[in-house]
């Protein structure tokens, strides 16, 4: 019987993470979101489309840490569930010209350990391992207001309204174990295409993003299952306020529906209706060399954003 409490407990991790493969790779992802959108996580990224100069490379690591309740789908018979995630980010950027505007190509990388426990019939049950994310590649491309200019000839530009759209792609290739519920690797492609924009008003900046995360099926879930899921939408915006050059501070908003999955072809009932608030600062060290700090927490809540996260970023500009 304790065998049997232990699978439901690792079952529920995985619905009440909404999806784990989901909620999991928000987590992670948030720091490196702050680098590959000058972003990470349900997301909160400003600055995801301001322009900036081309022939640039940036390297960037950084930690974040999240932990809160789990707020389990309906079906889920648990109570008391909470679940702390650890990561260590690190990845790449590279900014080119691509049809006269500028462009960028990022990479990231994670590895994270989590560790959670829940009460089941009145035992309290414990889980906690530690694996590789899927690693992600993006290509975003401000195709309207966003002429592609030299570092030497950007200080001199001024912008306006900035338009742009990206594709982002989660590689099937993280840690994953076919035996077991709970997995930092999701075993399948998730295809995140989003469009979104920028505007400067003297030294504020305000930003629109819209998003939608399209998930491959997982066929060799646990036991032999299918996973599939249904798409998951994102609308987020930033209020942004730019101290001085590379020094500026944003309050960030999102909302977050759908992404209900199915197993086998039975319905999960774990679908969302969520939203997050944040804040994010970012400081210049030196002219090559940046910290960006940032904290957000779940408002509304439907399943599985009762948490908060705080996060650290380094960047490296060459």
Sequence with gaps: ???????????ILINSLGFAPVRLKWFILSPLLLLCKPCLAQDLEPRSYTN????LNFLAAGIVHSEGELSP??????????LTIDAAVIGYAHTFALAGSSSKI???????????????????????????GDPTIRLTWNFFGAPALEPKDF???????????SMQIALPIGSYDSGKLLNTGTNRWVFRPGIGMSHKLGRWYYDLI?????????????????????????????LIYNISRGHWVSLNANLFFGGETKKDNIA??????????????SI?????????LYANTGVITEVGNDFDTFGALWQYRF
């Design 73 to 82: 789908a309906p079906t889920a018979p648990i109570t008391d569930a909470n």
């Design 52 to 55: 900036i100069p081309i022939g």
């Design 155 to 165: 200080s001199s530009w001024q912008q306006g309204v900035v338009v742009g759209a």
């Design 1 to 11: 019987m304790k065998n049997q409490y232990n699978l439901a407990w690792n079952e």
């Design 268 to 281: 999960s009932s774990d679908d969302q209706r969520n939203s997050r608030f944040g804040i994010t600062y």
């Design 106 to 132: 990022d990479l990231s990388t994670t590895r994270v350990c989590y560790e959670g426990s829940a009460t089941i019939n009145s035992e309290r049950l414990y889980a906690d391992r530690c694996g590789y």
């Design 284 to 292: 210049p060290v030196s002219a090559q060399h940046s910290v960006k």
């Design 210 to 238: 819209a998003s939608v995360r399209l998930y491959g099926d997982n066929d060799e879930y646990f036991n032999d299952t299918r996973l599939q899921q249904e798409p998951q939408y994102t609308l987020q915006g930033h």
